[in-house]
């Protein structure tokens, strides 16, 4: 059984900056999704098996970075210059191979997710 677990939940301000890890008891292409309430499912990044391609939602280009840790099973999400709509709980999940990664469909298996809330 795949685990997929993330940490880094918290409460920043506009502009501000939060780190999100998640770990897997394996190595895998990986990606994290975020879901606010009363919105669908969101793509947010992701990083395949290699960690040399990366992929991001238009929403977040060029504010979040997705990369993975020395730990190899370790996947980061950086994000940075938080607005007010980032406010969500993310999941961090598992691809089902190593392709199509902006969709949740290939994702199989999925952490608790974790908070982020950005307020003033």
């Known amino acids: 059984q795949v685990q997929v677990e993330e940490s880094g939940e918290g409460l920043v301000q506009p502009g501000g900056s939060l780190k999100l890890s998640c770990a897997a008891n394996?190595?895998?292409?990986m990606g994290w999704f975020r879901q606010a309430p009363g919105k669908e499912r969101e793509f947010v990044a992701a990083?395949?098996?290699?960690?040399?391609?990366?992929y991001y939602g238009d929403s977040v280009k060029g504010r979040f970075s997705i990369s993975r840790g020395n730990a190899r099973n370790t996947v980061y999400l950086q994000m940075n210059g938080l607005k007010l709509e980032d406010t969500a709980v993310y999941h961090c999940a598992v691809n089902a191979g190593n392709y199509e990664f902006t969709s949740f469909t290939r994702y199989v298996y999925w952490g608790q997710g974790t908070q982020v809330t950005v307020s003033s």
């Open positions: 394996g190595r895998y292409a």
């Open positions: 990083i395949d098996l290699s960690g040399g391609s990366t």
